[in-house]
């Protein structure tokens, strides 16, 4: 059960930060943020870990033990992290947005490059109860996120951003971009829907949202919900590389949902099938596929603006 859903009074928190995330600004915006917390009286303990699997052993203790909340102060990725030790308790989520997308921020209306302001809205203690989506794998792993999962063209440029080592930061993912789409070919999918709806059809990518984008607001799956208790499902079909092109850019305002080449789905459950696909969520690997991918009703609670 997740945080109750209302004001309640913040006197102390944890902050777990991400050092490296938005090129190691997130380790400033975390220093004036928790100056801002104990300016409004919250007693402020910080955390980092010394590798994503310390952080979130970390971050499991100190929820285990109890605490007002949680606050990350990086991107999408540290939050995926955080989720995993906060879903179904009752400590809330605080963000500090520090990353380079910064998905969630944008989803809850969080202000961005202001840690002060961020700051502020974690000290005024408005929770509200948001879904999480949970990523059963086949090796018998499961994740949680709060975002997007994304398949096919997008996880074959995270594939392969992951595997260059130049050139660095964004200049890395454009040119596994333009790798990815000399090398794009259909990719064939196997979806089962809640109510036994199978889908098979070539596909360039398809995308599970709990909210609207991903990608520092690519609004792939534009009627989504966080709390509504269904996952928004965005197809684009197979296309040609010229098409895909001109098609991309319309994902920034939602449009693409319009093309021909695009369907939507609602559901609860999903299963997704594709030979050697992997799947990635809040832009974080989780698994190759298949994966089996569900809601999970008010799984969160999240420090929002009043």
């Given at each position: ?101 910064n998905d969630h921020a944008r989803e809850y209306g969080l202000p961005l490059g ?157 299963r997704i099938e594709s030979p050697g696909i992997t799947a990635y969520a809040d ?8 994966v089996d991918v569900s809601i999970v009703p008010h799984a969160l609670g999240m420090?929002?603006?009043?």
């Open positions: 059960m997740s945080a109750p859903t209302g004001r309640r009074p913040i006197r102390n928190v944890v902050v777990l930060t991400n050092p490296v995330a938005g090129g190691g600004h997130a380790e400033r915006a975390s220093t004036r943020a928790a100056a801002r917390l104990r300016g409004r009286g919250v007693e402020v303990h910080s955390i980092e870990g010394t590798d994503p699997e310390d952080a979130l052993r970390l971050a499991r203790e100190v929820v285990a033990r109890g605490v007002d909340a949680l606050v990350v102060v990086g991107g999408d990725g540290m939050i995926n992290l955080a989720l995993q030790a906060l879903a179904g308790t009752d400590v809330p989520l605080g963000l500090i947005p520090a990353g380079t997308g202001d840690p002060e302001a961020a700051a502020d809205v974690v000290a005024e203690g408005h929770v509200t109860s948001v879904d999480l989506g949970r990523i059963a794998a086949a090796d018998g792993t499961s994740r949680y996120f709060g975002s997007v999962l994304a398949v096919g063209f997008d996880s074959l440029v995270s594939d392969r951003a992951n595997r260059l080592t130049w050139p660095r930061g964004r200049m890395r993912y454009n040119l596994a971009i333009l790798v990815e789409l000399a090398n794009l070919r259909p990719l064939p999918f196997r979806l089962v829907l809640d109510d036994g709806t199978v889908i098979e059809r070539d596909l360039t990518l398809a995308a599970v949202g709990n909210t609207r984008s991903y990608g520092g607001g690519m609004a792939i799956c534009p009627g989504a919900d966080h709390a509504d208790g269904q996952l928004d499902v965005t197809l684009v079909h197979a296309m040609r590389r010229r098409k895909l092109v001109r098609f991309f850019p319309t994902v920034f305002k939602g449009t693409h949902v319009q093309h021909e080449e695009v369907e939507t789905h609602r559901t609860t459950t999903l832009g974080e690997f989780v698994a190759l596929l298949p420090l929002v603006p009043a």
